[in-house]
């Protein structure tokens, strides 16, 4: 299977200040149409900020999302790959800690983020084009 960080080199990377307020981030994911966001504090990566997050750690809990600081309910000190690392290696990582969304990393330099949705859409096209060729 291909490197992880091929699926998502061509796709800008959004991410949000640690100090910045639920609602923000929520917002700023539904116009953007994306599910999680890398958590910077002063340029360095400090966190994650998902969907789940939003339903499990502000919602779910009655937080208020327009004062509750991201650094409240992010992820800490999320695992990553590095731009070097397959899709498998995303995939396992996905499935034994129960991820949806994994940052990729050169070195401390954030590179991208990528979803078992992209995966997924790999994966679907692979077999599509693997039909087409089989059909001919």
């Known amino acids: ?9 061509d796709r800008r990377v959004y991410s949000i200040e640690a100090d910045r307020t639920v609602l923000e981030a929520a917002r700023f994911m539904m116009e953007h149409h994306i599910g999680a966001l890398p958590v910077l504090r002063n340029g360095e990566l400090v966190g994650i900020f998902s969907e789940r997050d939003v339903m499990n750690r502000v919602v779910a809990l009655g937080r208020m999302p327009g004062t509750t600081k991201i650094s409240e309910v992010m992820t800490a000190n999320p695992k990553y790959v590095s731009v070097q690392d397959s899709v498998e290696d995303c995939l396992f990582l996905m499935r ?25 859409m790999r994966y679907l096209a692979q077999k599509e084009g693997d039909s087409r060729r089989m059909a001919v």
């Open 1 to 9: 299977m291909a490197q992880a960080y091929d699926l998502v080199k």
């Open 96 to 120: 034994e800690f129960g991820f949806r969304h994994l940052l990729i990393m050169d070195g401390k330099e954030l590179k991208g983020l990528i979803s078992l949705r992209d995966i997924l």
